[in-house]
């Protein structure tokens, strides 16, 4: 793994620099934990199907009950692509950017966001990425919201809000750090 401009480091900087390969394993455990939530959604995909194809989700439910079971089961297979979403940025991009390059800029399935990841715009999509899940839990809970006690509500809408404004501070600091991007969009 010596190429020539890591050989010209000493000792304790070739250590330092190569010590960004101990994320690896986390990265590898990140796509464990991505099949996990593909046997999930197939799980709850399964179940859905089973449900309304073979009339179990009807026994004893009234069809507006029955309708809203099968929007929240929806809404918790959006949910866990949109999870499995996040772990892909934060596996490719984060391996891109903090590990070594993945060299894919001729290879036709490159994400488009890949080629200009960085730090800023990593943490910035994720916060986006995590509002929309936000959102997803948000709407199930208006979705059940006479079952719910007020104050579970209200703290949700609370937690979304703060996702929503750190996003939006993370994205201000973005354009405050990078006064040359603000010239190049006029």
Do not use: C
Request: no cysteine; aromatic share 8%; charged share 10%.
């Amino acid at each position: 793994m010596t190429t020539p401009s890591t050989s010209r480091l000493g000792p304790l900087p070739y250590l330092i620099f190569s010590s960004r390969w101990l994320q690896l394993p986390l990265y590898l455990g990140l796509i464990v934990a991505q099949a996990i939530y593909v046997v999930q959604f197939l799980r709850e995909l399964w179940h859905l199907v089973d449900a309304t194809l073979f009339g179990h989700l009807g026994d004893g439910v009234n069809a507006d009950s029955a309708e809203t079971t099968i929007m929240l089961t929806v809404l918790g297979l959006i949910d866990v692509v949109m999870i499995s979403n996040l772990l892909v940025m934060v596996i490719v991009g984060g391996y891109e950017t903090f590990v070594s390059r993945l060299k894919l800029e001729d290879h036709p399935d490159q994400p488009e966001w890949l080629s200009h990841v960085n730090a800023t715009v990593l943490k910035v999509k994720l916060a986006m990425a995590i509002i929309g899940i936000s959102s997803i839990h948000l709407l199930a809970t208006f979705i059940k919201a006479d079952t719910l006690n007020p104050q579970t509500i209200m703290w949700q809408v609370l937690l979304h809000l703060a996702f929503v404004v750190s996003a939006l501070a993370l994205a201000f600091i973005d354009r405050v750090m990078q006064p040359n991007a603000k010239l190049a969009h006029h």
